[in-house]
C-alpha cells in the first residue's frame, strides 16, 4: 500500500490504496482505523496519539508521504526479530548513509541530535529513543531541525505468514511545504526499497563455518605469548579479525564470540588477551550502564576509573562494580587493521535485548507496554532512575495504569496478567521514555574482574591497577588462604637454603591447581598464599586437589615429614584496591576467609556448614573431619564450619 500524502487537515489523495485493516493502531479496522494510523507519526503501537507535536520552530505540516513496503521472508518471525531489531545493521546493510550524533545536554526524551544524507537532503533532527514490543516491531519519530521535513517517522511490524514471516515497513515523513513533495516522494521510496533489499539478504546469509586460514605469523606470536591456547582458537580470532565487516570489530566481546562461535568463553577471553600481548588486538574498558547495559563512557586503562559513571541515555549516574559495570573490549591495533566508529543507527532493540518493550510519553502523548505472554518478574524503568517492580501472574489485571513523575513510578510493585499491558501517564515535567525490561538475562559481558582472574593478565598486565586511594566493589568472590605448617621449624631444623627451596616448591604445587580451577594467584605473604575464585565451586574443588596432592608432595621432598598443608576458603562481597603494584582485596569477606585458616588444622580444608550444604550436590571429593562452631576473631557471632579432609591422592596439574 502507497499513500501519497497526507495534509494537515486530515484529507489525502493516495496514488495507490489498498484498503484493509490497519497493522499500526490499537483501534477497530476500516477509515478511523486508517486515520489513527497515521495520526501515529510511524510509531511502533503506541496508543492513539495526537496528529503530531507543537513542531512551532518548524512551522505547520502542509503534506505527509507515507511509503509502506512489505518483505516475505521464509524465516519465522522470531528468526527475522533479531534482523529487524539490530537497527544498525539493517540500516548499513541497505546503503544508508552514517550518522553524526551529539548528546544533547538539555532534559527530554531526545538524547542526541543526529546529522545524516538521505537523498539530495542533508538532515539535523533530534533521535528520540526507539518505541518497541519484541518481537513485534519497533518504530521510531525524528524531529527535524534542518531540512525540508518537520518529522520522519519509521515503524516495522513482524508478524507471521504460511511458510515464514512478513515485515512490513513503514515510513512517513511530514514535509514543511508541498513544493518538497515530489522528490520526497521519491526519496521515501528508494528508501523503502533498500531496507527492502536488506531485509531479505540478510534473511537469506548463512553462517560461515570456521575455515579460513589466518595469518601464520600473528598466530605464532599468540601461541609464543601463551603456548596454552589452542592453535585452532588462535587461528579462528587472528581469520576474523582478518576478515569479518570493519563494524563488527569495533567493539569485539570475547564471551559474545564464544557464544557464536560454540566455543568456551573462558578459552576465547584468555586467547584475546594473548592477542592484545602479541600486538593483534588492544584492550579498553567500557563503563556499562546498570540500565541499558551499553558503554557510557571507555577507558584505555583501569587507572583511569573513577568511582562511578554516567549514563546520559538512562540520564543515571552509578557506582562502579569490576563484576558488573566495567566490561573488557578488543579491537584490532591501529596497525593490523584500521577501524572507524561508524554509527548508522544511535539506538534499537537490539542493543538492550533485555528490554521487551519501550515507549516515550509525555502529557501530551501517554504510553503504554505489552506485556509478555508468560509469567514473569520484570522492572518498568523511567529514565532518571525511577523502577518499579512488575509481577506477571495469572490472576492480575489484564491493564495497570502507572504514574509517571520526576522521581518515582506510582504504584512501585505492579501485578498485571500475562498478555496484558501497563498504560503510562505522566502529569508534569518532560517526556522520557519508559521501559520494561528482564531482571536477569544471558550474561555476555567479560567484566574486569572476569580479566583480572586470569594469571596471565596479571603477569603480563601489571600497571593494569587502580589509581591510588580508589575501591571498587565486587559483589562476589571466593577467596583461599594457605598456610605451610611447621615451616618455620623447617627453617630452624635445615637451613634457610632446604626451607626457601621447599616453600617455593609448595608455591609451585598450589599455583598449578589455582589456574587449573579458573583462580588466580592474589599474593604469597611469607609460606601463605592468597588465591580468588570466580565462585565457591572451583574454590572448593581447588583446595580439595591441593591438599588431596600434598601427602605426595611431602614424600618426595627431603627433610618435609613434619610440614603441612592448612586451607580455609570464604566467599562474599569485597572491594578491589590497587596496592603495591598489584589488585588486591579488601573487607571482611578477607578476614572471614582468613581467620577460616586459622581454624584449619594439618592438612585439612576448613570451610562454612552453608558451603558445605550446597557442596553435598556437587560431588566434591571430600570427607567431613568435623563440624563445631567457631568464634572467629572479629565476628561478632559464632560461625558454623566444617573441616574437611580428602578421600583419594590427587596427582599434581602438569
Known amino acids: ?116 544524507v538521505i537523498g539530495p537532503f542533508r538532515l539535523l533532527f533530534e533521535e528520540q529513543p526507539f518505541e518497541w514490543t519484541a518481537p513485534e516491531g519497533r518504530g521510531s519519530r525524528r524531529k527535524m531541525r534542518r531540512g525540508p521535513a518537520g518529522m520522519l517517522g519509521g515503524a516495522f511490524h513482524v508478524g507471521p505468514r504460511a511458510g515464514g514471516s512478513r515485515v512490513t515497513t513503514r515510513i512517513s515523513v511530514d514535509l514543511v511545504s508541498r513544493a518538497w513533495k515530489a522528490p520526497a516522494m521519491m526519496v521515501a521510496k528508494r528508501v523503502g526499497q533498500k531496507i527492502d533489499g536488506a531485509l531479505k539478504r540478510l534473511a537469506s546469509v548463512t553462517p560461515l563455518m570456521p575455515g579460513k586460514a589466518g595469518d601464520t605469523r600473528w598466530i605464532t606470536r599468540i601461541l609464543d605469548e601463551s603456548p596454552g591456547v589452542p592453535e585452532a582458537l588462535a587461528n579462528r580470532l587472528v581469520a576474523h579479525v582478518e576478515t569479518a565487516p570493519a563494524h563488527e570489530l569495533a567493539r569485539l566481546r570475547p564471551y559474545a564470540l564464544a557464544a557464536d562461535w560454540g566455543e568456551d568463553k573462558h578459552a576465547v577471553l584468555e586467547t584475546c588477551l594473548s592477542a592484545t600481548m602479541a600486538g593483534l588486538l588492544a584492550l579498553s574498558w567500557d563503563m556499562v550502564c546498570p540500565s541499558c547495559r551499553q558503554p557510557s563512557a571507555q577507558s584505555g586503562s583501569l587507572d583511569s576509573l573513577g568511582e562511578s559513571g554516567h549514563c546520559d541515555q538512562c540520564d543515571l549516574t552509578f557506582g562502579l562494580e569490576l563484576d558488573k559495570s566495567v566490561e573488557a573490549t578488543f579491537r584490532p591495533t591501529p596497525a593490523v587493521r584500521a577501524i572507524d566508529d561508524i554509527k548508522y543507527c544511535s539506538g534499537g532493540p537490539a542493543m538492550t535485548p533485555h528490554v521487551v518493550a519501550q515507549c516515550v510519553v509525555s502529557k501530551d502523548l501517554p504510553g503504554e507496554l505489552a506485556v509478555p505472554e508468560a509469567q514473569a518478574r520484570l522492572r518498568l524503568f523511567a529514565r532518571g532512575g525511577a523502577t518499579a517492580r512488575v509481577e506477571v501472574r495469572e490472576g492480575a489485571a489484564r491493564e495497570v495504569t502507572v504514574e509517571v513523575t520526576e522521581n518515582r513510578l506510582n504504584p512501585a510493585s505492579i501485578d498485571v496478567a500475562p498478555g496484558g499491558k501497563i498504560a503510562l501517564r505522566i502529569a508534569q ?90 583462580g588466580t594467584v592474589v599474593k604469597t605473604i611469607g609460606d601463605a598464599v592468597m588465591a580468588a575464585f570466580p565462585d565457591d565451586r572451583t574454590a572448593l574443588e581447588a583446595a580439595m586437589a591441593m591438599s588431596g596432592a600434598f601427602p605426595e608432595f611431602r614424600r618426595t621432598r627431603p627433610h618435609a615429614a613434619r610440614v603441612s598443608l592448612k586451607i580455609g576458603l570464604y566467599g562474599g562481597p569485597c572491594y578491589v584496591v590497587g596496592a603495591n603494584g598489584i589488585l588486591d582485596y579488601f573487607g571482611q569477606t578477607v578476614n572471614v576467609a582468613a581467620r577460616l585458616q586459622a581454624q584449619a588444622k594439618d592438612d585439612q580444608v576448613v570451610i562454612t556448614e552453608a558451603l558445605w550444604d550446597q557442596a553435598a550436590s556437587w560431588g566434591i571429593d ?33
Open 429 to 518: 515535567g518532560e517526556s522520557r521514555h519508559v521501559k520494561l525490561e528482564r531482571i536477569t538475562w544471558a550474561q555476555v559481558a567479560a567484566t574486569a574482574h572476569d580479566v583480572s582472574l586470569i594469571p596471565r593478565f596479571r603477569e603480563r598486565f601489571s600497571g593494569e591497577i587502580l589509581k591510588p586511594g580508589l575501591a571498587l566493589a565486587v559483589s562476589r568472590v571466593t577467596l583461599l588462604f594457605s598456610d605451610l605448617g611447621a615451616s618455620t621449624e623447617m627453617y630452624t631444623n635445615h637451613g634457610d637454603a632446604t626451607a626457601f627451596r621447599l616453600v617455593q616448591d609448595h608455591f609451585e604445587l598450589l599455583v598449578g591447581f589455582v589456574t587449573q580451577h579458573r
Open 622 to 654: 571430600a570427607r567431613v573431619l568435623e563440624h563445631l562452631s567457631a568464634n572467629l576473631k572479629g565476628i561478632a557471632e559464632p560461625m558454623a564450619i566444617v573441616r574437611l579432609g580428602t578421600i583419594r591422592p590427587v596427582s599434581r596439574p602438569r
Open 1 to 116: 500500500m502507497f499513500r501519497e500524502g497526507i495534509a494537515a487537515d486530515g484529507k489525502a489523495d493516495h496514488r495507490r490504496h489498498t484498503p484493509r485493516p490497519s497493522r499500526w493502531s490499537n483501534a477497530a479496522s476500516g477509515r478511523e482505523a486508517e486515520r489513527n494510523a497515521e495520526r501515529t507519526s510511524g510509531c511502533w503501537r503506541p496508543p492513539v496519539r495526537a496528529p503530531a507535536e507543537a513542531w512551532e520552530d518548524r512551522g505547520s505540516m502542509e503534506v505527509r508521504i507515507v511509503e509502506e513496503v512489505v518483505t516475505d521472508t521464509a524465516l519465522a518471525p522470531a528468526a527475522i526479530w533479531p534482523l529487524v531489531s539490530d537497527t544498525d545493521r539493517l540500516n548499513r546493510e541497505a546503503g544508508l548513509a552514517p550518522m553524526t550524533l551529539t548528546a544533547v545536554a538539555d532534559r527530554g526524551a531526545a538524547r542526541f541530535l543526529a546529522e545524516t
